[in-house]
């Protein structure tokens, strides 16, 4: 999931990023569009040293980015001591544990602040000290009206209203934080279904599948054209009359198979349907 993206489709990413076409780009770099259009396209396409660099350059990003040796397009935002992690941080994304680039790609979302904010609140506990305010006023309330009143619970919509006002501290920030991961999720499986494995493999089982399709219209075509006029109508018109009368041709004997068969040919209709040219050629 998420694995590292090719230089090809870096390379797409960084020209889309400037706006620029192809032949805006040969222009400016001085590389030909059909080489440039070769790295974009070509995963397997190994681009020359001197174009390598060349990109880079114009593009403002590390050799090493474009290579995948590295997760930082600018080597000058490497400093981990501007990040603010702890050094535990550190080395839990040194060691390979968790996916560094679906981490990155969840918090450079521009909903990741909301998710943050709204875990933060969550764990600082002053949001939960006002819910339970809220829930204590609304109880006393409904016990004074209660009490007063001398109303059944069930029976009262107002007593009622005061206890379904009452907030789950637990299941309410469960609902923000699952409101605000959603879309980041949804976004990042969007984003990337078309490079998954699993697309890859599904669309080269439908490509095979196509291929399975046309081989068998071409053996088809290619059966038809050997076979003689009166088979061919025969088992187009077996084919008709079994699903009009919803009889199973393979549940019928071969006696009864070939008895069927020898009353459709002495139809007139055969002679009638059967191809203008071959019957020309039966004449003479």
Sequence with gaps: MLETMPISEKLKMLRGRRGLTLDELAERTGLSRSAL???????????SQFAL??????YGVSTDYLLGLSALENPMQGDIHDLNIS???AELLKSGK?????????????DFPKLLMDMEIMVDGEARNAIRAIDMLFEAVRMKIIKETNISEDSNAQILTFKEAQIDEDEYFEMKIKNDLRPILRFLRDKYA???EGSRQLEEIEKYVQQLIREADIAREQKEQNVPDDEIWIDRTIAMLMAKWKI???KLTEVQQRSFKEV????ELRKEQLPKKRMRGRKR
């Design 53 to 58: 660099v060349t990109l880079a350059k114009f």
């Design 37 to 47: 259009s070769n790295y974009e396209t070509n995963e397997s396409k190994e681009v």
């Design 98 to 110: 968790i996916n560094n680039r679906l981490l990155c790609e969840m918090a450079t979302h521009p």
């Design 194 to 196: 078309e490079r998954s």
């Design 264 to 267: 459709l040919m002495q139809s």
């Design 87 to 89: 050094g535990e941080m």
């Design 248 to 250: 199973k041709w393979n």
